[in-house]
């Protein structure tokens, strides 16, 4: 027990199994994801590829000095192409699926999780035992590596979630997995519009081929990790827009994963909506397994330092600096948040605890008018629902500028979907353009 009177999420995770309550509840559907199994099994149409334009098909496949030369014929470009047309959309809707299904995980209901992932589940190890066997030649050898490992990541995160029933950390494997799945196939997002259209939000999924400004996405390198291997600790992830003006005053978004997490992780939650919207992301990665939650001061110059990178960089806009975090840091982004004089403008708290060392009254850090998003799940199994209404009650009452987003159904995660509300809350300029 830390000083917050909650245990960290880490130290809570360890003890789930003890916590959590079983009832004749348990396996129903997860009222936040049960109706979205039918919309992404729709298959989105610009998730797939018009078979006669696969990649391959156009690359290799009308250049026949090239195609001679690395010794292949008609035929296997032809079929290699028709795998590829036929893989990635099970690849891409596999993906949807599971991040609609993290959301929606409960402890106590692993079944109905299982139940909901398994037709993606069924598809994408049909299109991995089709395309793993495959050879891709030389000159896309790498774009066939990152594919292929995108695909396996992709398999072990729906291993993972199938292993929750047994395995409480499983869930915790499963996130890892997923985002390396992501991390993996967003180098291929110029060269592929289906993989280039996943990583934009859906009501921007409307263009044919990729649009000319992305085309040069790949040679800007968009995606900066400072130090930040899976393995490492205490460095950050950063994405900066490559086609936004640099001497445009641009909104900064820094994001905070939870206990145990890491920024290469959260920054996959967040980059779908920065690339749709053209704001910089920030996703730092704390130095030990956890914030340093009874030492908050302790993290700030970390983070001020990556305002500085990214600020010599490209222009940011200093009225527009949102910071955000998930579980501890939730609990992160208030403590920091509400100092006086630190350069964050907007919080945005998600299924995190409040400090009690903050409704100190002599310390006077609640009675501020900075914006605050409050985002809690109504079936949060680690810092139960009952919290965020605490936390929403004590800031609320002195702080005219507080939205509480109490989400129904969302258990212990990021809240992707609260970001539609959210991001045009924080600055006019992240709205959604279509």
Not at 1 to 20: N, P, V, Y
Not at 240 to 255: C, R, Y
Not at 400 to 419: D, K, M, S, V, W
Request: with cysteine; net charge negative.
């Amino acid at each position: 027990m830390d000083r917050l009177g909650f245990r960290s999420d880490r130290a809570r995770r360890t003890e789930q199994t003890t916590l959590i309550e079983t009832s004749g509840r348990c396996e129903q559907p997860c009222r936040l994801i049960q109706d979205q199994q039918v919309l992404i099994l729709k298959n989105d149409p610009i998730l797939h590829i018009t078979p006669s334009r696969s990649f391959l098909t156009l690359s290799l496949g009308i250049i026949p000095g090239k195609r001679k030369r690395i010794g292949l014929m008609s035929q296997d470009i032809e079929h290699l192409g028709e795998v590829i047309t036929a893989a990635v959309p099970a690849l891409l809707t596999a993906l949807e699926g599971m991040d609609a299904a993290q959301q929606g995980y409960h402890p106590a209901r692993p079944a109905a999780t299982i139940n909901f992932i398994a037709p993606f589940t069924e598809s994408l190890n049909q299109a991995h035992a089709l395309l793993a066997p495959l050879t891709f030649p030389e000159p896309v050898a790498k774009f066939g590596n990152h594919l292929k490992t995108s695909f396996l990541y992709a398999t072990r995160t729906c291993e993972n979630l199938n292993a929750a029933a047994d395995d409480s950390m499983a869930f915790l494997r499963a996130s890892r997995t997923f985002s390396k799945a992501l991390d993996q196939l967003f180098p291929l997002a110029t060269l592929l519009n289906p993989i280039h259209q996943f990583f934009l939000e859906t009501p921007l999924r409307t263009s044919a081929s990729v649009p000319e400004h992305f085309l040069s996405e790949a040679s800007h390198c968009p995606i900066i990790h400072i130090e930040n291997a899976y393995d490492q600790r205490g460095g950050a992830s950063v994405y900066i827009p490559h086609w936004v003006d640099p001497n445009a005053l641009t909104p900064v978004v820094i994001a905070l994963h939870g206990g145990a997490g890491h920024g290469r992780d959260m920054l996959w939650s967040w980059l779908r909506e920065a690339r749709s919207r053209g704001f910089v992301l920030i996703a730092p990665t704390s130095s030990q397994d956890t914030w340093q939650l009874n030492q908050p001061e302790q993290e700030l110059p970390a983070l001020l330092a990556l305002l500085q990178f990214v600020k010599d960089q490209i222009q940011i806009d200093p009225t527009k600096i949102l910071l955000s975090g998930l579980s501890d840091g939730a609990t992160l982004t208030l403590q920091l948040g509400l100092q006086p004089g630190t350069p964050f403008t907007h919080l945005a708290p998600f299924s995190g605890t409040l400090d009690p060392a903050l409704v100190n009254p002599a310390l006077g850090l609640l009675h501020q008018d900075k914006p605050i998003y409050l985002v809690h799940g109504s079936d949060d199994w680690m810092f139960p629902v009952a919290i965020g209404q605490m936390t929403a009650e004590v800031l609320g009452a002195r702080n005219p500028n507080l939205i509480y987003n109490e989400i129904e159904g969302l258990g212990h995660t990021f809240a992707r979907t609260a970001l539609k509300q959210l991001l045009p809350w924080f600055s006019a300029a992240c709205a959604l353009e279509q």
